[in-house]
């Protein structure tokens, strides 16, 4: 099956530093993929839709100066989390799905555990 | 508006049988997914539902009823590696995943 690949897996930063985090598609080419945080014990929440050459979508709510995303080629998208507070710790996942099988799972990656301290 | 509803919790035997039921409102629809998720780990597919009826995989099975808006996971001969949170999503017009809140599945020896 299609797989997604994420990274990092865990990260501690400081408090007002910026985080990168990874999305490839590793065997399909995405023109879009999601992006997810999710607290403990609670459902996954969307924060955007990136596009492949265009601006991500933001969900009402998320703020786009905050959660940068980029999705410069069919392979990668990327969120930054800029100047990181402690309330931005949490588990954050991608998820594509193949646009030439439209109804049908969407791949996710591993997750990356951000720690703000 | 969209939305989805699962039990918070279900404690159930090592070796029995459970069902974990959901019930979801969307604007259209394109399918019913199940997935599996660890604690800490992202989640992983299970099921495809778009079809009225019953879907067998090995020990786990899923069931869809469009017109009831109705969907159950049923995990047969249940292990201890079982123990996890199911969520399900239901996908939208826009083939957009609305999630529910997961059913924490606690398995008991």
């Known amino acids: 099956g299609a797989v997604v690949s994420q990274h990092p897996s865990r990260v501690i930063c400081k408090s007002g530093t910026s985080v990168k985090i990874e999305c490839r598609s590793l065997d399909f080419q995405a023109t879009t993929m999601f992006w997810y945080r999710q607290f403990p014990k609670q459902s996954l929440m969307l924060m955007a839709t990136?596009?492949?050459?265009?601006?991500?979508?933001?969900e009402q709510g998320v703020e786009k100066d905050k959660f940068l995303i980029n999705h410069a080629s069919l392979t990668l998208s990327t969120l930054t989390v800029t100047s990181a507070h402690p309330e931005d710790s949490s588990f954050y996942i991608c998820?594509?799905?193949?646009?030439?099988?439209?109804?049908?799972?969407?791949?996710f990656g591993q997750g990356t555990r951000l720690t703000v301290v | 508006g969209q939305n989805i509803d699962q039990p918070t919790e279900m404690t159930a035997t090592e070796g029995a049988i459970v069902q974990i039921n959901c019930t979801y409102q969307t604007s259209g629809f394109n399918g019913l997914f199940w997935y599996q998720q660890h604690a800490g780990e992202a989640p992983t597919f299970l099921s495809y539902n778009v079809l009225d009826g019953l879907e067998e995989k090995g020990r786990f099975s899923s069931f869809l009823s469009r017109s009831k808006g109705y969907s159950y996971l049923l995990l047969k001969e249940l292990q201890m590696k079982d123990s996890a949170s199911y969520l399900c999503?239901?996908?939208?017009?826009?083939?957009?995943?609305?999630w529910g809140a997961g059913t924490k599945l606690i398995i008991k020896p």
């Open positions: 998820s594509a799905r193949d646009p030439d099988r439209e109804n049908t799972e969407a791949f």
């Open positions: 999503a239901a996908m939208d017009s826009n083939y957009q995943l609305i």
């Open positions: 990136s596009n492949e050459g265009s601006k991500a979508t933001y």
